[in-house]
């Protein structure tokens, strides 16, 4: 008993040490700051991922303009240098916002020093008290055109989870498909104008 103990902790010591920290941008709604604060609280932390986002408490964080390209360009110079991975919080009204919209794509812009974010999509708990829609250029990205159902696609999305590990194990996996699966991003839907009703 006491060497299975042993083994299973140097097991859990030694992913620890090989998998790298990600540093993540986090796109949400913002009627759902309360449900990613507690998420961030749980998991953003130095043995699972560091994040950056619109909101949540910094200041000037707002980029104030009705032009889409240039929003789009401002957050992926100042939210999204640096990170890797967007992780899109859905919530039961995610789908509907502009900016949530434009974040995914300005995620999805491959760009001279910055190429393209992994995708990962987690559903908040109140997720399931809503249609159960995704944001449209998620979805876009979850299921490519021409693949086969079940094929590995440039982004996924997972139930809300339970245990730091099966956050760690989504973003790493979404980072490979980062690698591997670039050539399946799917963003050539045109931008929202306006958040939907």
Known sequence: MATTNYNLLASLLSEAQTTPKRRCFISYHHADEGEVQTFLDAYSNAEVFTHRALGLGMANDIVDSNDTDYV???????YMQNTSVTIVMVGQNTWKRRYVDWEI???LRNGFANPANALLGIKLPSYAY???????RLNDNLNAQGVAVGTPCYARCIPYPTHSSQVRTAIEEAYQRRQTQSHLINNTRARFGYDRA
């Open 72 to 78: 789009m360009r401002r957050i992926r110079e100042q």
């Open 105 to 107: 794509a300005a995620s």
């Open 130 to 136: 809503g249609i159960q829609q995704y944001p449209d």
